[in-house]
């Protein structure tokens, strides 16, 4: 998507992107069980579940629910919807693997997605179990973690000091606005 026709983004537009933010994404605790399409703490994805097909309409483009908490993907997702952008209900091994509502970039921009993991494991599927963060400028990345609790931005050394979060294994773009057919 061209850079004219991104939204509007904080990152290098000011000095406090993360201030800029509504309340309801600055206050949001950590929890790993609201993850990507679960309804409520104790609800499984619609994968998971053996849920719809997610590019006709089976996950729900509104606006999550962070009430409950969520965890890092939940998360950078309700960001990008409060920027006008959707992304499916996608764990994090099928958000690297999806080409349909994101690609992958090498130089990430404002509202990129990008995720953070320790590293290869054998027998996992690559990117399973990465950390998600949304690229709010240059070395500024909003994410949620278990370590923090709450919504903070970290630059690249502070996520290299982690082994959970060593390795940037790449970047994604939501491609335009993109929404379910018939929604």
């Known amino acids: 998507m061209p ?9 290098p537009y000011g000095p406090d992107p ?12 950590y929890s790993a069980a609201r993850h990507p399409g679960a309804g409520s703490p104790d609800e499984a994805s619609p994968t998971a579940r053996g849920g719809g097909d997610l590019r006709t309409g089976g996950g729900s ?28 209900p996608l764990r994090s091994a099928e958000l690297w693997a999806d080409v349909w ?10 509202l990129d997605l990008l995720l ?13 179990g990465a950390h998600v963060g949304v690229q709010l400028g240059p070395d500024q990345v909003l994410h949620l973690c278990k370590e923090v609790g709450r919504p ?7 996520f ?4 959970r979060y060593a390795r940037l294994l790449g970047a994604k773009r939501v491609r335009e606005r993109v929404r379910p057919p018939g929604l």
């Open 61 to 88: 483009p509104g606006a999550p629910d962070l009430s409950g908490g969520a965890n890092c993907q939940r998360y950078a997702y309700a960001v990008l919807h409060h920027f006008g952008l959707w992304v499916p």
């Open 18 to 29: 993360f201030g800029r933010l509504p309340a309801a994404l600055r206050n949001v605790a």
């Open 152 to 158: 903070v931005v970290w630059c690249a050394a502070d």
């Open 116 to 128: 953070f993991d320790g590293g290869p494991v054998a027998g996992r599927p690559e990117g399973y």
């Open 160 to 163: 290299a000091a982690r082994t």
């Open 101 to 110: 509502a994101t690609y992958r970039v090498d130089r990430p921009g404002p």
């Open 3 to 11: 850079p004219e026709t991104r939204p509007a983004a904080p990152g």
